[in-house]
């Protein structure tokens, strides 16, 4: 796992549900949203294999998988819940 800045708490609207959850350091968007009864689809948690590949609705993600490009980053339309994390102290995905 690619890890480019810190690890810390941030909330993660998710948009479509209504909900905004806290992700706490150590722990993955993947598993926070899972633990709260949200089903996504997701395969590897590794990042590497881009099942959990997810839209960003708003702010600013630290991608630490080896699935996009830096295009794909730089874009910041999407990222996998599996492994990246929120540069800001909010994300908000369309799920």
Do not use: N, W
Not at 10 to 29: A, M
Not at 37 to 59: K, N, Q
């Amino acid at each position: 796992m690619k890890q480019d800045g810190p690890d810390h708490a941030f909330e993660v609207e998710l948009r479509r549900s209504g909900r905004t959850l806290t992700v706490p350091p150590g722990r993955s968007i993947l598993h926070t949203v899972r633990d709260a009864g949200v089903e996504v689809l997701y395969s590897c948690a590794e990042g590497t294999c881009g099942t959990c590949e997810t839209d960003i609705v708003e702010d600013t993600a630290d991608h630490r998988d080896s699935v996009l490009t830096a295009e794909e980053r730089a874009s910041g339309e999407t990222l996998m819940i599996c492994v990246s994390r929120c540069r800001g102290p909010r994300l908000v995905l369309d799920m």
